[in-house]
Structures are given as structure tokens and as C-alpha cells.
DNA sequence: TTAACGTACAACCATATGGTTGTAGTTAGA
DNA sequence: TCTAACTACAACCATATGGTTGTACGTTAA
């Protein structure tokens, strides 16, 4: 059976409308290898710190990352666990096709062997 | 080693935004066991034909269903490799993940056995 | 101590999103 | 044939999103 932890509808919205944005995407993959700062991060992309800033702060409330403090530094870091969720319900979905499809085979298949 | 498709990064993003709505998601799975009209989807949820209507299309674009016409209906049925592609690039993340993780380890604990 | 760095946040703007109502075109059935 | 059902789409509205610039404040280093 496919476990599917309970989150509310909100926080789902806010994972995939995270993962919508590239540069989001891109942030995301940065902190994955990285502990980067917020400047390390918008060093990289042809925006403004501020508009960096969001993005960072997006992916935070959608919980796939965190920042921690150090000096006046804030280092990036990834939420491994939340990035597994999205790919669960993603899973749960996959594992709907797949008795859909085992249920046609039924029907469209001689029973016995 | 994973392979990840190329894809536009528009693309992905109207994936992602696609699966970030809780009326949306509904539709989908609803359409994972069933091949609803869009009428007998309109009907299951508290708001306008013309929403309705406006979700599926979203869904459409992104390539997550497909609509056939019979008759006067539109019958709505998903598109499972598309909604594969989003698991797919969560798994590469998670495989990056895993790659640091393993490195850490290497720094962490004693060479050889 | 002072200047530069890293960050936070407000204010603003253009465009996208998610909803509505209304109009119109097809198809099915009495 | 006429009417009801199903769909498409335009016009409109409020709010969210993604970007900007400007200001303020704690921290570091010379």
C-alpha cells in the first residue's frame, strides 16, 4: 500500500508552485551540492539581490530549503525531506495509473493464464 | 547513471504550475481512474462551468491530458508520461542529494574498511 | 571608528492567475 | 425542427507573482 503523509492542500501549492520557476529550480539544485549564501546565489543570475531574495525566501516557505545564520552571512541549505514529498504524491498518482492500467488488462485480457 | 530528458524550462515550469492547485490535482486523479466529461468534472466541484473549463485547459497545456471529442462531450483522459516527467526530475534531484551525501560520508568516516 | 558587505524589507509596477458572467456554436433527443 | 445539453471563448475583476529601486540595519575588517 502507498503511504501518502497528509499536508494540507496549501502547503502542496506552495511545493510545486516552487518547483514552477527555473531559477528556483536552479537554486534549489545549487543548495543541494552547495551551502551557498543569499550573495553567493544572486551573484549567479542576472537579477537583483532583492528579486534573489524572493525566490530564496519562496523556496523556504515551501519549506525545500533553510537558511542559517553565520556572521552577517546566510548560508543555504536543502530540505531533503520535503523535496521527497512532492515526489511522493507524484508516486501515489503513478501508483493510481498503475491499477488503472492492471484493471484494463483484466478486462481486455483472457482470464486464467 | 539517471537521464534526465531535455524539456524547456517553460515547459517545466507549466508542469509544475499545473500540479499547484488543489482543484487541479483533483481533476487529475479523477481522470487517472475515470474518463470524465468536462461537464461531469464541472459538476463535482463548487465553482462555474467556465472554471472549470479553465483548469482543464491549464492541465491540457501542460501536457498532463488530453481531450477527445465524442459527440458533444469532451472526454478528458491523462497523459502519464508527461506526469512522469515531473517524478523524474524530482529523482534527479534526490539523486544529486544522495551523490552529496556519499561525499560527505567519504569526508566524515575513515578511509578503507 | 568608519566604511564596505550582507541582508531585510517596503513601495512600486506590469503581467499572470483564478474566478465570474455572458454570448454563441454544435450536437442530441423529443 | 426546436430545445436542451455540452462546450468554447471573450470580457471583466481582484489578487498573486516576479521583477525593480531605495532605505535601513547588523557585522566585519581595515
Partial sequence: MVVVRKD???S?????????DG???SILARSLTETPSVSDLAARYE?????VQKHVAV???AGLIQKRANGREQL???NHA????????????ESIWRQR???????????GK
Same sequence: chains 1, 2.
Fill in 8 to 10: 494540507s492542500e496549501e
Fill in 12 to 20: 502542496l501549492n506552495q511545493l510545486f508552485r516552487a518547483l514552477a
Fill in 23 to 25: 531559477t528556483r529550480r
Fill in 47 to 51: 537579477m537583483s539581490f532583492a528579486a
Fill in 59 to 61: 523556496l523556504e516557505r
Fill in 76 to 78: 543555504v541549505s536543502t
Fill in 82 to 93: 520535503r523535496l521527497q514529498r512532492a515526489g511522493e504524491l507524484l508516486e501515489y498518482f
Fill in 101 to 111: 492500467m492492471a484493471q484494463l488488462e483484466d478486462v481486455l485480457l483472457p482470464k
